[in-house]
């Protein structure tokens, strides 16, 4: 199986299955990864808050920004570049992702996030 199928495969089965998806992105150490799924359309729209019944807030964790956090150190511009094109989101766990990645990366590279 080459990259290209490889691919198919793996988007076929993290776009029609929530499980596998989260699966996938909680496990994803390779940051070969990242273009690919990027150009796919991942890395862009993290969740914010949801607003619940009786004024109860969540914070979704969002697999994507766990994913970033866990590979910033060997593809800092790359994560830089991803986390720098994302949507704005409210959502303080994506935040928290975003900081790890941060830490993870040069100073320069840190600094670009502020």
Not at 39 to 46: H, Q, R, V
Not at 87 to 110: G, I, L, Q, Y
Request: with cysteine.
């Amino acid at each position: 199986m080459d990259k290209n199928e490889a691919l198919a495969a793996v988007l076929e089965k993290i776009s029609t299955r929530g499980d596998t998806y989260a699966y996938f992105f909680d496990r994803l150490d390779d940051p070969a990864w990242l273009v690919p799924l990027a150009e796919a359309g991942f890395f862009k729209n993290p969740p914010g808050i949801e607003e619940l019944e009786n004024d109860y807030i969540r914070f979704p964790i969002w697999p994507e920004s766990r994913a970033l956090a866990r590979v910033a150190e060997g593809a800092q511009e790359d994560v830089l570049n991803l986390i720098l094109k994302c949507s704005e989101t409210d959502n303080p766990r994506v935040h928290d992702d975003f900081v790890d990645a941060a830490n993870k990366m040069s100073a320069s590279n840190a600094a670009r996030l502020v």
